[in-house]
Antibody
Framework: EVQLVESGGGLVKPGGSLRLSCAASGFTFSSYSMNWVRQAPGKGLEWVSSISSSSSYIYYADSVKGRFTISRDNAKNSLYLQMNSLRAEDTAVYYC?????????????WGQGTLVTVSS | DIQMTQSPSSLSASVGDRVTITCRASQGIRNDLGWYQQKPGKAPKRLIYAASSLQSGVPSRFSGSGSGTEFTLTISSLQPEDFATYYCLQHNSYPPVFGGGTKVEIK
């Protein structure tokens, strides 16, 4: 069974930093591209960042480019999101999400999410 | 970037009703579109991929259609467990973009 478990969320002041983690199990993590998707309170879904299986390809939304860094450790079956220079508008539930090994298909599995609150 | 316009943003319907939700892409995306259901406090769940392929385990009352720029999600006979928010997602090119969502409420 595919499982994605996020951690690392919490309350942080504007301008602060936070590192999110996602522990993957139930599949060969090193073979799959992964994503971070966020959802502000009461709002819709917003894609944040993607990383290919070997970290060769990395993409960011314009809203986080230069502030967030996605990375992975295939030996530890883990995905990360380093978030710097946080703003109030970064407040959201952050989901770790898997891309299927099929370019014809979109995200298939999601974690339960971790809440990041940016507030003074 | 490709824009995804989803409509309506909300709708009220009764159990047994047929419901249709539409997503329009600002440029052609072939059939690189998925549909997701999200219930309050939960992660999204994929219903449809490749515009019209039903995810394993999803009831057959859900169906998707379309290609290019216009797509629809249809629930043929709304059930109590279907009251939720639905999102489309284009993955034809980066950045992936979600539609704004459609909240399906009980009439």
């Amino acid at each position: 069974e595919v499982q994605l478990v996020e951690s690392g969320g919490g309350l942080v002041k504007p301008g602060g930093s936070l590192r999110l983690s996602c522990a993957a199990s139930g599949f060969t993590f090193s073979s799959y591209s992964m994503n971070w998707v966020r959802q502000a309170p009461g709002k819709g879904l917003e894609w944040v960042s993607s990383i290919s299986s070997s970290s060769s390809y990395i993409y960011y939304a314009d809203s986080v480019k230069g502030r967030f860094t996605i990375s992975r450790d295939n030996a530890k079956n883990s995905l990360y999101l380093q978030m710097n220079s946080l703003r109030a508008e970064d407040t959201a539930v952050y989901y770790c999400a898997r891309d299927p090994n099929d370019e014809r298909q979109p995200i298939d599995y999601w974690g339960q999410g971790t809440l990041v609150t940016v507030s003074s | 970037d490709i824009q995804m316009t989803q409509s309506p943003s909300s709708l009220s319907a009764s159990v047994g009703d047929r419901v249709t939700i539409t997503c329009r892409a600002s440029q052609g995306i072939r059939n690189d579109l998925g549909w997701y259901q999200q219930k309050p406090g939960k992660a999204p769940k994929r219903l449809i991929y490749a515009a019209s392929s039903l995810q394993s385990g999803v009831p057959s009352r859900f169906s998707g259609s379309g290609s290019g720029t216009e797509f629809t999600l249809t629930i043929s006979s709304l059930q109590p467990e279907d009251f939720a928010t639905y999102y489309c997602l284009q993955h034809n090119s980066y950045p992936p973009v979600f539609g704004g969502g459609t909240k399906v409420e009980i009439k």
